[in-house]
């Protein structure tokens, strides 16, 4: 599986944005998806995840009520929607994919994006 990340880019805070993620090569829709983040100087950390079917998704308690993920196997894209955005947000947002056991754990997931830069002003 090939994953590429786009939608990143600068805006205020309170401002939304919407990180695609689209994915190419073997089964996408046997997977579960996640988005994780690195902030400067910061590990790379867990925001969001979804099952196969989209019919379960996590997400960090830091993003819970502002940011969204979902899925369309049929496109083979997944979307994090990201609302009332904060400085704290800033960060390289990448997509992954890995076996339906996958959680919060970057090393659970096998497929890695590229990632896409958020960057929030205060």
């Known amino acids: 599986v090939q994953l590429q990340a786009s939608g990143g880019g600068l805006v205020q805070a309170g401002d939304s944005l919407r990180l695609s993620c689209a994915a190419s090569?073997?089964?996408?829709?046997?997977?579960?998806l996640g988005w994780f983040r690195r902030a400067p100087g910061k590990e790379r950390e867990f925001v969001a995840s979804?099952?196969?079917?989209?019919?379960?998704?996590y997400y960090a308690d830091s993003v819970k009520g502002r940011f969204t993920i979902s899925r369309d196997n049929a496109e083979n894209t997944v979307y994090l929607q990201m609302n009332s955005l904060k400085p704290e947000d800033t960060a390289v947002y990448y997509c992954?994919?890995?076996?339906?056991?996958?959680?919060?754990?970057?090393?659970?997931?096998?497929?890695w994006g590229r990632g896409t830069l958020v960057t929030v002003s205060s």
């Open positions: 090569g073997r089964t996408f829709g046997s997977y579960v």
């Open positions: 979804i099952s196969w079917a989209g019919a379960n998704a």
């Open positions: 992954a994919a890995g076996p339906a056991y996958s959680g919060s754990y970057p090393t659970q997931y096998m497929y």
